[in-house]
């Protein structure tokens, strides 16, 4: 295994996980679906000696992207999305900020494929397409650390809500199982919202799949 560390905090009105990756003695970091406040976690990271080297998005809902731009901005990272999820990320209807009073879009410097990876200050991690909770859903997987960055398809023994624009359940199950449970058993699952798991956990007690 590697030699990677995680963090976490936790933002915005539907309490999302925040992510950020780094390695052990370095300063460089790969922030996961910035929820809101982007100065706040700018200001944060840099007090404890972080440099934010690139922001990734595992979808596009408004709970996920509030701090997007202003984070950005400060940090001079890139952020980089799935290529199917452009449609959320540049539109305010179907991303749901809009209709929770918010309008927001954010336009990722670059758009990813199902598959590619991606090497952010030493750290690579690779984009699996998970659709189902959105039509772009991805996850990333950094495979020599056994971390996988779920977003809002695979939870603690559940799996991510489906009732929103471009959302299908019978794509979700079919993601995970397709997918994410040809992981090995003991990849730690961090979820959008909840608390972490792993994919043999999930295997056995996941009553959705």
């Not at 960055?149 to 929103?164: A, H, K, N, P, Y």
Request: net charge negative; proline share 3%; hydrophobic share 35%.
């Amino acid at each position: 295994m590697g030699n990677l560390k995680i963090g976490r905090l936790m933002l915005g009105i539907c309490q999302t996980n925040c992510y950020f990756v780094y390695r052990e003695g370095k300063k460089d970091v790969i922030f996961f679906d910035p929820a809101d406040k982007g100065d706040y976690i700018y200001e944060t990271l840099s007090e404890k000696g972080f440099r934010i080297a690139g922001i990734l998005l595992t979808h596009g809902h408004f709970d996920h992207i509030w701090g997007t731009n202003k984070l950005r901005e400060l940090s001079g990272a890139q952020i980089y999305a799935y290529e199917a999820e452009k449609v959320l990320c540049e539109d305010a209807a179907v991303n749901v900020s809009e209709q929770v009073g918010r309008p927001y879009t954010v336009v990722p410097d670059r758009y990813l494929h199902d598959g590619e990876e991606i090497t952010i200050a030493d750290m690579t991690c690779k984009l699996i397409a998970t659709p189902g909770h959105t039509v772009g859903s991805c996850c990333y997987y950094f495979e020599e650390d056994g971390i996988l960055i779920s977003g809002d398809t695979l939870f603690q023994e559940s799996v991510g809500r489906t009732d929103l624009a471009t959302g299908s359940m019978s794509e979700i199950v079919r993601s995970i199982k397709e997918k994410l449970f040809l992981l090995p058993d003991d990849v730690k699952v961090y979820p959008g919202h909840g608390d972490m798991t792993d994919i043999g956990h999930e295997k056995k007690y996941n009553p959705f799949c």
